[in-house]
């Protein structure tokens, strides 16, 4: 399942029909597509589910609310179907979910960061292929993604703040422009 849409907006600037559009890309998408296969996968307990998300579904960006709340979405279904298969004893179909940060692919018009690098999609492909060989159930690219959450459930908000504001997350996105539903 590799699905994605994005509005980089403000909340408010993000008109009600990118909004809709991004849920059923984002999510509603992956679902439709894993019900299309599982009843095979689940007849024969084989097979392998691979949720594409995003970091933006386990840490918010501003200007992204949509996106990273359709993204958490993605995540939270990659969780649930895998916890679901478990209860169902069919342990031979497995979950990867890939969580990359910003991918130099034009779909974030000129992202950038002082902690880390836009990725390229070769490694990003990689570091799936590696997830999905030793079955991994989450897949961070760069690793380094996955101490963010221990980060954050250890380190008080202010801390994960000066985090922030020193990794400078930047990316074109529309800002302060009223939404015209």
């Known amino acids: 399942n590799n699905v994605g849409v994005i509005t980089a907006a403000d909340f408010l600037s993000t008109q009600d029909h990118q909004i809709e559009r991004m849920f059923e890309v984002n999510i509603l998408g992956h679902m439709w597509t894993t019900r299309a296969f599982l ?3 689940m007849n024969n307990n084989y097979g392998h ?8 579904g386990h840490f918010v960006t501003p200007f992204m609310v949509a996106y990273c709340s359709s993204k958490f979405a993605a995540v939270g279904f ?3 179907l895998t916890e679901e298969l478990s209860a169902l004893g069919k342990d031979g179909i497995k979950t990867t979910c890939l969580c990359p940060v910003f ?5 974030v018009k000129n992202p950038s960061t002082r ?4 990725l390229e999609i070769e490694e990003v492909v990689q570091a799936l292929m590696e997830g999905i060989v030793t079955n991994q159930k989450m897949v961070f ?4 993604q996955s101490i963010g959450l221990l980060l954050e459930r250890v380190f008080p ?7 922030k504001k020193m990794s400078e997350v930047k990316f074109d996105a529309v800002i302060g422009q009223k939404s015209t539903q």
């Open 39 to 41: 009843p095979v996968m």
């Open 49 to 56: 589910i691979v949720t594409v998300a995003s970091a933006a």
């Open 78 to 80: 990659h969780k649930a």
């Open 103 to 107: 991918i130099n692919t034009g779909f």
């Open 115 to 118: 902690l880390g690098k836009i």
């Open 141 to 144: 690219v760069p690793s380094n």
């Open 157 to 163: 908000e202010r801390a994960m703040n000066l985090l």
